[in-house]
T-cell receptor
């Protein structure tokens, strides 16, 4: 079984400031982890994924995330926020290995960027 | 390259009515799934399919039926709509390997009066 906890349902940052969105997971076996972004009235778009290669993963739009097994975390960061980053972000986990089908999502973090 | 296509985009139903939400993908993905998204709840898995003729229940299956007669299509049926089913519904597909990301449609916004 697996689960995801996203700390903070709403995060506000100033334009140009660091973005940090927190994700902690629980998994009975080594996980695969994903971050998705959802813009208003749209579907989910993949930002980046961790699949047991490099622990620091770079994604689109300048985002990156670091897998920390000891902390069971996969926090999403971006050095400098842009207005276009305002959206809702979802962390998701699935189990590695054959026969793993279910992707479990966190409840999401809505990011606001203040000019 | 269409990806995952959902129809309709919006729908209003009365309690007790039935309808089918359509989902089609053109990526030859074996795995397809349906989620509902409610405010503050994230996405919750309703049903999924690992190939034509094979379906299984997710976290919130009650009130929904699915079938998978072809690789491309995975319709979601509401047999007797209830106000609690007011939600945004997303269909997704994925390659069979679990380390691959899911590709999402643009969603169907469903209101049950």
């Amino acid at each position: 079984a697996q689960s995801v906890t996203q700390l903070g349902s709403h995060v506000s940052v100033s334009e140009g400031a660091l973005v940090l969105l927190r994700c902690n997971y629980s998994s009975s076996v080594p996980p695969y982890l994903f971050w998705y972004v959802q813009y208003p009235n749209q579907g989910l778009q993949l930002l980046l994924k961790y699949t047991s290669a490099a622990t620091l993963v770079k994604g689109i739009n300048g985002f990156e995330a670091e897998f920390k097994k000891s902390e069971t975390s996969f926090h999403l960061t971006k050095p400098s926020a842009h207005m276009s980053d305002a959206a809702e972000y979802f962390c998701a986990v699935t189990l590695s290995g054959a026969g793993s089908y279910q992707l479990t999502f966190g409840k999401g973090t809505k990011l606001s960027v203040i000019p | 390259n269409a990806g995952v296509t959902q129809t309709p985009k919006f729908q209003v139903l009365k309690t007790g009515q039935s309808m089918t939400l359509q989902c089609a993908q053109d990526m030859n993905h074996e795995y397809m799934s349906w989620y509902r998204q409610d405010p503050g709840m994230g996405l919750r898995l309703i049903h999924y399919s690992v190939g034509a003729g094979i379906t299984d229940q997710g976290e919130v299956p009650n009130g929904y039926n699915v079938s998978r007669s072809t690789t491309e299509d995975f319709p979601l049926r509401l047999l007797s709509a209830a106000p609690s089913q007011t939600s945004v519904y997303f269909c997704a597909s994925r390659d069979s390997a679990s380390n691959q990301p899911q590709h999402f449609g643009d969603g169907t916004r469903l209101s049950i009066l």
